[in-house]
């Protein structure tokens, strides 16, 4: 069984910056993190294998945020710069133990914190 709390949300300047956190405990493989805006899907953000060897990212958020993570922490992290407005949403974590690269999906995931809100006002 995989738990993880995520923290770090909050309000914003447009062009300023936050650092998500996602603490796990148990075991984790490939992780990512995804938003939701009200009446909108949840899309994925960023995703990293478990050496952090590989990431990937919305073409949305590419150049901006940067998914990173610490095993000995079992913390993975998401900094984000350069906010704009439209990266208002809720942000949440995942934990995905499929084969292959790391998905972008959410369906491929199994486990997911609780979300985090991002305000980033104009």
């Known amino acids: 069984q995989v738990q993880l709390v995520e923290s770090g949300g909050g309000l914003v300047q447009a062009g300023g910056s936050l650092r998500l956190s996602c603490a796990a405990s148990?075991?984790?493989?490939?992780m990512g993190w995804f938003r939701q805006a009200p009446g909108k899907e949840r899309e994925f953000v960023a995703g990293?294998?478990?050496?952090?060897?590989?990431?990937n990212y919305a073409d949305s958020v590419k150049g901006r945020f940067t998914i990173s993570r610490d095993n000995a922490k079992s913390t993975v992290y998401l900094q984000m710069n350069s906010l704009k407005p439209e990266d208002t949403a809720v942000y949440y974590c995942?934990?995905?133990?499929?084969?292959?690269?790391?998905?972008?999906?959410?369906?491929?995931?199994?486990?997911w914190g609780q979300g985090t809100q991002v305000t980033v006002s104009s």
């Open positions: 995942a934990a995905s133990f499929r084969f292959g690269g790391v998905p972008t999906a959410p369906s491929e995931y199994g486990y």
């Open positions: 990293i294998s478990w050496s952090g060897g590989l990431t």
């Open positions: 148990g075991r984790t493989s490939k």
